[in-house]
Nanobody, 117 residues
């Protein structure tokens, strides 16, 4: 069974950067599409970014396009989210996801990101 464990969250000032990491288990990791979602207090979980299993295709929410970069290392079974020029509205719990474009992605436990103004 696939498990996802996120890390790298924390408190950062507006304009700063953070890099989130997601460690995945599972022998077939290199065949998984992977992505990131986030959920702010009182709001629904929303899509942030996704990358195809081959690493050749990425997609981003309009709100993070140009600021966030998703990447992966299949050999290490890791997915990353580099977040630059952070804004207070980026404050949320960030979740790593397997099969992010499906109806029921598999999520990790989440990591808190707080951006102060």
């Amino acid at each position: 069974q696939v498990q996802l464990v996120e890390s790298g969250g924390g408190l950062v000032q507006a304009g700063g950067s953070l890099r989130l990491s997601c460690a995945a288990s599972g022998r077939a990791f290199s065949t998984y599409d992977m992505g990131w979602f986030r959920q702010a207090p009182g709001k629904e979980r929303e899509f942030v970014a996704a990358m195809r299993w081959s690493g050749g295709s990425t997609s981003y929410a309009d709100s993070v396009k140009g600021r966030f970069i998703i990447s992966r290392d299949n050999a290490k079974k890791m997915v990353y989210l580099q977040m630059n020029t952070l804004k207070p509205e980026d404050t949320a719990v960030y979740y790593c996801a397997k099969d992010p474009r499906t109806t029921y992605p598999l999520w990790g436990q989440g990591t808190q990101v707080t951006v102060s103004s």
